[in-house]
C-alpha cells in the first residue's frame, strides 16, 4: 500500500506473508467444514510449490482427506488443458492452487471452460 512508500514517516512498518505451510490447519478447517474429502494441487514446477505441497500430503493423509495428487507445470506454460484435463480425468473437484499471477489468468479461464 501506499502508507509503506514514505520510509520517514513510517520506519516501523513492513509487511510479513506467513509462508505457505503455516496454513495447513486453515486448508484441513475448511475442506471438513465443507465436507470435502479429496484434494489436488496444481502447482509450479520447482521447488518453492514442491516441497511445500510434499508436506502439505502427509498433513491431509493424516486428517483423512484424500490428497489425489501434485499436478505441477512449467512456470513459461500459458495453455493449461492438458494439466487442468489430467486433474478432471483423475476425480478432481477441488484444486489447491500454488502459482504466480502470472499463471493464474490462464488457469482460471482454463478451468471456467
Not at 502508507?3 to 505457505?20: G, L, M
Not at 503455516?22 to 518453492?48: C, F, M, N, P, Q
Not at 499436478?71 to 483423475?90: C, G, I, V, W
Request: proline share 2%; aromatic share 14%.
Amino acid at each position: 500500500g501506499s502508507i509503506a512508500r514514505d520510509d520517514s514517516k513510517y520506519p516501523y512498518f513492513f509487511r510479513t506473508i506467513a509462508e505457505n505451510k503455516e496454513y495447513k490447519e486453515a486448508y484441513i478447517a475448511t475442506l471438513r467444514a465443507l465436507g470435502w474429502s479429496k484434494v489436488a494441487a496444481l502447482t509450479h514446477d520447482g521447488a518453492k510449490h514442491s516441497n511445500y505441497m510434499s508436506s502439505m500430503q502427509n498433513e491431509f493423509q493424516n486428517n483423512k482427506i484424500q490428497f489425489i495428487i501434485n499436478r505441477k507445470f512449467p512456470k513459461e506454460a500459458t495453455d493449461m488443458s492438458m494439466y487442468l484435463n489430467d486433474l478432471k480425468e483423475r476425480g478432481t473437484k477441488i484444486i489447491i492452487g500454488e502459482f504466480y499471477t502470472s499463471s493464474a489468468r490462464h488457469i482460471m479461464c482454463e478451468a471456467y471452460k
